[in-house]
């Protein structure tokens, strides 16, 4: 099989050779998308999971502020709490 002559001209191998590089170079941008966006997710997933631990923690530390400040009034009698405020 032979090419017809106007493929055989170095400008058409040129077009040729370059046509073959931008569909690599676009297949390469496609695969390191599509990891980039894969990376991006699982960072903000992580992020996210952090946040919500930071803030479990601080509700639960809220909370057993609140339960011992709660206790320490009913355990205290309501006089002494009056005359506390004084």
Request: charged letters at 25%; zero cysteines; proline letters at 5%.
């Amino acid at each position: 099989m032979t090419l017809p002559p106007i493929l055989a001209t170095p400008i058409a191998k040129a077009v040729g050779l370059s046509a073959v590089a931008l569909i690599l170079m676009g297949l390469v941008a496609w695969v390191l998308r599509d990891q980039f966006a894969e990376g991006k997710k699982a960072g903000a997933a992580g992020v996210t999971n952090a946040v919500q631990h930071e803030t479990i923690k601080a509700q639960d530390g809220a909370r057993r502020d609140r339960e011992e400040a709660d206790e320490k009034v009913h355990s205290t009698p309501y006089d002494d709490r009056v005359d506390g405020l004084r």
